[in-house]
């Protein structure tokens, strides 16, 4: 090397550690950051090429095609990928987990592959207006997908990845979890009792000029009330023989649940469908019935099918048996019964997530974004990340920012993909690095 030559490697590097000071980052960290604007059309390509892949869940081939793809990506990153299938009768797809030993901190990430479009949906396409893209599942969860690969990749170009294990969660059935829960979820279970570590990368959350980290999610279930009146001629409603029919009694025990079960913060609950009269038919899968009765009869059967949203195990135990207590108070002649279907349990928050969520900010703060408060756990849905949460501290929303998920109008801000790994990278090497 040349004395000239040395003399420029040393500016450069000089100058290299004077912007990284400067901008809060590390010079790896930099390095990273500096990768990864280099590479966003990269990853922006590898975006369009999943999105362009229809793969709703009930679509198991187009499920398993994504899944192809992201496991090249694993693959060439020197991860150990593993196709899980899931029983037949379960109709889903399954899941692809990627898999690299190490020496520190664990770190297990989660994505989906599947979306709410199926095959004979009208929004298939990737659809890209400038820094905006459109497309389904480009915010839901096939941009977060791409983060997880991309900082991986990050990682990977400064050496850091060597050191780290980790573990790549792609399920298949995010968006209508297959059952029982047991089986569909036994491999991404597993991999949370083995984490130090579980970030989830669905979409990040900005709004009031700030961004927000997510440190807890609140749980899904569903509930199915079905009622029992005695049918007979409407003239002797509410006589000693006959009592008030199934409809009245339904509308008791809803009003009851509005005006007794309610009212715990981040509890809530919601009546979706309602079916009342002679002869009713509901099907749970399809959320669809039928109904017959006549004014001038007293109507037989009512059922009710709803969902439940609480914040902690404990939390939803509490609503199951107030709801159930509801219906012990009922209307002569009528019987009820409640039945509950839990799909997603609680995130609740705790201090080792709160832990994460301090490195998330300064994350945030030293890419000149800002600190990112926890967010409101009312302003988000269930995701798999809350399966893990009760054996590791967990962070979720580790996306990019987009809008509209599940809906036609579904976007990306493709100028947040970039942000998003850089995040992603630089809160798992500090991470990984820290005592």
Same mark, same amino acid.
């Given at each position: ?98 898999? !690299? ?107 009031? +000029? ?65 079916? +009342? ?23 037989? !059967? ?17 609503? !199951? ?46 890419? +000149? ?67």
């Amino acid at each position: 090397m040349t004395a000239r030559t040395f003399c420029l490697a040393l500016a450069a590097g000089l100058l290299l550690a004077g912007q990284a000071a400067a901008n809060g980052l590390s010079e790896d960290e930099q390095r990273m950051a500096d990768w990864i604007d280099a590479h966003a059309e990269d990853a922006i390509s590898l975006l369009e090429e999943t999105v362009n892949i229809s793969s709703g869940t009930m679509n198991p081939y187009g499920v398993r095609e994504v899944g192809n793809v992201m496991r090249r990506e694993l693959d060439a990153l020197g991860l150990e990928t593993e196709w899980i299938e899931m029983p037949p009768e379960m109709n889903r797809a399954g899941h692809l987990f990627g898999r !690299k030993g190490g020496e520190g901190k664990k770190f297990l990430l989660i994505g989906h592959l599947d979306t709410v479009f199926e095959a004979d949906d009208d929004f298939q396409a990737f659809v890209r207006d400038g820094d905006q893209a459109t497309g389904p599942g480009v915010d839901d969860m096939k941009g977060g997908n791409v983060v997880i690969v991309y900082a991986l990749k990050a990682l990977a170009e400064i050496g850091a990845l060597d050191d780290i294990p980790v573990v790549v969660a792609y399920t298949g059935d995010e968006e209508k979890t297959g059952s029982p829960l047991a089986v569909a979820r036994h491999d991404l279970i597993e991999a949370g009792k083995w984490a130090d570590i579980a970030l989830g990368f669905e979409g990040a959350v900005h709004y009031d +000029g700030q961004d927000w980290g997510t440190t807890a999610r609140r749980s899904a279930s569903s509930w199915i009330l079905e009622v029992e009146g005695k049918q007979a001629h409407s003239s002797g409603i509410f006589n000693e023989n006959v009592g008030a029919g199934a409809i009245f009694e339904a509308s008791r025990i809803l009003n009851a649940f509005y005006d007794e079960v309610r009212g715990e913060e981040y509890l809530t609950f919601n009546a979706g469908t309602i079916q +009342g009269g002679t002869d009713v038919t509901y099907d749970d899968q399809q959320n669809r019935g039928t109904t017959f009765g006549k004014t001038n009869v007293v109507p037989r !059967k009512v059922i009710v099918h709803g969902g439940l949203r609480t914040i902690s195990v404990e939390q939803l135990a509490r609503a !199951k048996a107030n709801m159930q207590a509801v219906l012990e108070q009922g209307h002569p002649h009528t019987a009820a019964t409640i039945r509950f279907r839990d799909s997603y349990p609680p995130m609740k928050p705790t201090a080792g997530n709160e832990q994460l969520r301090i490195v998330l900010s300064d994350v945030n703060e030293a890419l +000149g974004r800002g600190p990112m408060p926890a967010l409101d756990p009312s302003r988000r849905g269930a995701a798999d990340v809350s399966f893990v949460a009760g054996y590791t501290d967990a962070l979720a929303g580790l996306g990019a920012l987009g809008k509209g998920a599940h809906s036609p109008n579904e976007s990306l801000d493709l100028t947040s993909l970039p942000l998003a790994i850089k995040r992603a990278a630089i809160l798992i090497y500090r991470l990984s690095n820290e005592q």
